[in-house]
């Protein structure tokens, strides 16, 4: 079996890219604001990795517990997560993060954002 891949199956990572996709969240856990959309560009299988580019508009979103580990890196904007704490970090354009499975807390987007990001079920 031959399992060589070619240029034709390296994807460009954007906003407007791959497949859209709008998670559904538990009801009353985002605020009436909370807009996101993800555009998938690899890994349509959600037991498996996936990710592509994200972009969300201001609001927030509660995480009870957070479905898989995820890596980000902010491209526009600004978000913020909050733990069941209290406690606050921000992140900017140009940075990365890495947020735990099962991490439960807030998500705000702070200011119209986008992100690459991988999904680690």
Request: a negative charge; charged letters at 25%; glycine letters at 10%.
């Amino acid at each position: 079996m031959n399992h060589h891949k070619s240029l034709t199956d390296v994807h460009t990572i954007e906003v407007g890219t791959g497949s859209a996709v709008v998670p559904e969240w538990d009801p009353g856990t985002a605020s009436p604001d909370w807009e996101e959309t993800e555009w998938r560009t690899f890994g349509t299988d959600e037991s498996r990795a996936f990710g592509g580019a994200w972009e969300g508009r201001p609001g927030s979103l509660r995480l009870d517990d957070y479905p898989y580990d995820e890596v980000c890196v902010m491209l526009t904007g600004v978000v913020a997560l909050v733990d069941t704490h209290g406690a606050r970090r921000e992140f900017r354009a140009g940075e990365a993060f890495f947020v735990p499975k099962g991490f439960s807390g807030t998500w705000e987007t702070v200011e119209p954002s986008t992100k690459v990001f991988v999904a680690l079920p």
